[in-house]
């Protein structure tokens, strides 16, 4: 069984930055992929960030580009989100997840395990 621990939401400025993490357990090392979603109230979760198992392909949603940085542990059990130059629409919570398939995808629907998830929130 899959279990993923998502960690380091919280509230910052306008212009601030914060680290997720995702700790997986069940499904770990290079050969899975790992992904980010958002999701604000009233609306469909949304795909921000994946990367490969190995960490060689990544993925970014257009509006976090320049902004966001994926990246993983070199044992693949630990996925991180660093994001920079955060704005009030980034305010949502934020899921991990993880694939059977060491490709990345933002389809939502490719993803069979999820955390729990952790807010985030950017005040103005």
């Known amino acids: 069984q899959v279990h993923l621990v998502e960690s380091g939401g919280g509230l910052v400025q306008a212009g601030g930055s914060l680290r997720l993490s995702c700790a997986a357990s069940?499904?770990?090392?290079?050969?899975?992929?790992m992904g980010w979603f958002r999701q604000t109230p009233g609306k469909e979760r949304e795909f921000v960030a994946a990367?490969?198992?190995?960490?060689?392909?990544?993925l970014y949603v257009d509006s976090v580009k320049g902004r966001f940085t994926i990246s993983r542990d070199g044992a693949g059990n630990t996925v991180y989100l660093q994001m920079n130059s955060l704005k009030p629409e980034d305010t949502a919570v934020y899921y991990c997840a993880s694939r059977g398939s060491w490709y990345p995808t933002g389809q939502l629907y490719d993803y069979d395990a999820w955390g729990q998830g952790t807010q985030v929130t950017v005040s103005s």
């Open positions: 990367i490969s198992g190995r960490g060689g392909s990544i």
């Open positions: 069940g499904r770990t090392g290079s050969n899975y992929a």
